[in-house]
Each structure stands twice: as C-alpha cells, then as structure tokens.
C-alpha cells in the first residue's frame, strides 16, 4: 500500500452504525466504507463551508425558521451546481486512486447517495448554524 493511500485510510474514523455484508450492493458497499467516513472526516470543514455559503448569500438563513432552514440546505445542495460541485471535491480529494476508480464507474448514483450523506450531516448538526454575530451578543 502507497503511502497516500495508507495515511487517506488511517485517518477516516470509524462509523459504528455502519454495517457490511455479503448482501449489498456495490454502491451500497462503497458508501458505508468510503463515503460515511469520508463525510465525517470532512464534517468540520462542511459545516464552515456551509456558513460561509450563508453569509455570501446574504445571511437570509438566519432569518428562518428551522423548517425553511431545513428546505434551504437541501436546496443549496441540489440546485446550486457550483456549491455543489465544491462539496464533491472536498470528499471526492479523499479518495484513495483505487477508491476514484471505482467511483467513476458509477459517479452518478454514487453522487446522490454523497450528497445524500452531506445533506444528513448538514441537518444533524443545524444548532451548529446559528448566527455568529447573535452568538457572540450573548
């Protein structure tokens, strides 16, 4: 094993609910051994490039409420293509040279269960969306 391979590896943490058998799909495998733990990995970095994605977008996203928060975030992720397209790169970059091989055999569907992934993520973290400027008033 390479090195960038290994050390891509070595520090993808764990996803215990995760499970894999003999069973799933292709697509299905792929996604819990690479793409779970690539999005945790990147968590952090996606919940900034999120905030940083609200405030060019003039911050209207504060302003919601938490059921018009939740439409906003699945819009950006399906119908903004370039906001899209950088959350791909930034766990598509993560990919081992073996991993991007078999990605690319089926980017399609595999990009839906990603950006699927990231959607959850987004979601499962809203408190940490919270406006800085209210935040820091307290």
């Given at each position: ?92 970059g993560q990919f ?43």
């Amino acid at each position: 094993m390479n090195t960038r391979q290994f050390n891509l590896k070595s520090i993808r943490p764990e996803v215990p609910s995760t499970t894999i058998n003999d069973t799933m799909t292709s697509d299905e495998r792929f996604q819990n051994l690479v793409l779970r733990p690539i999005v945790k990995l990147q968590s952090d970095l996606l919940i900034a490039v999120f905030k940083n994605y609200v405030v060019k977008h003039k911050s209207v996203f504060y302003d919601l409420s938490t059921e018009k928060r939740i439409i906003y975030i699945e819009n950006a992720i399906q119908k903004d293509m370039k906001f899209r397209n950088a959350l791909k790169g930034m766990i598509i970059g993560q990919f081992t040279v073996e991993e991007y091989q078999l990605y690319i055999q089926n980017s399609s569907a595999l990009n839906k269960r990603m950006m699927r992934i990231v959607k959850e993520r987004l979601l499962s973290n809203i408190q940490l969306l919270e406006n800085p400027e209210l935040l820091a008033a307290v």
